[in-house]
């Protein structure tokens, strides 16, 4: 549970950033890191045009670089899309200064005011300054879907389990994450749907 939602000591690090919505509205807002590439971002693209579902991606600046025809599949189907560094670093490894710049580097190419730190770490000072610029997006469900440990039908038991109004969850448009992706994705949107949730983007 540690892993999979956040306790409050943790969230109480980035008091600022957004770890989960409404709690009073029976909807959810689903998140895709690490993006986009074309062995997964436009199956994901697929099955969301299939639900009639609009998500928020946090994507990676080298990949936007390296792809830019599934960035702009994301953009031209109506999603949100987020800055998750050009290099997909960890803050505290890094000095503020260059983690800032790294940051503005992949602002260059994606043009967002969203921002979500990769592993969900950033310095103290990292933060403070990025708070300025962006809404920082952390997560209230992470699927762990890149885990190694976990099929999809183990995946999918963990957003069953887990969600509840409001909650922010993640999955990973990564090769790390594709087989569990596409066993874990189309039945938890259906199973949602059934619940009676709304899936929503930040504004």
């Known amino acids: 549970m540690f892993i999979e939602q956040p306790p409050l000591l943790l969230r109480m690090l980035y008091p600022q950033a957004l770890w989960r919505m409404d709690k009073e509205e029976k909807s959810v807002y689903l998140t895709f890191d690490d993006g986009p590439i074309p062995e997964v971002t436009p199956w994901v693209l697929d099955v969301l045009d299939k639900y009639g579902i609009k998500a928020t991606f946090f994507l990676v600046g080298d990949n936007v670089r390296k792809h830019p025809e599934e960035f702009e599949m994301i953009v031209k189907r109506g999603h949100r ?42 310095g103290y000072r990292q ?41 922010i969850i993640t999955f990973h448009d990564s090769l790390r994450s594709v087989e569990n992706l596409k066993y874990a994705l189309p039945r938890s949107i259906e199973w949602l749907l059934e619940q009676g949730y709304q899936f929503k983007v930040f504004e």
């Open 81 to 122: 899309v987020g800055n998750h560094t050009f290099n997909h670093i960890v803050g505290p490894s890094y000095k503020a200064s260059s983690y800032l710049a790294n940051v503005a580097k992949a602002d260059s190419f994606i043009q967002s005011n969203l921002f979500r730190p990769p592993h969900g770490w950033m």
């Open 127 to 167: 933060y403070h300054t990025l708070r300025k610029r962006y809404r920082i997006i952390m997560w209230d469900l992470v699927t762990r879907d890149y885990s190694k440990q976990l099929n999809g039908k183990q995946v999918f038991e963990k957003v069953k389990h887990y969600v509840r109004n409001g909650s």
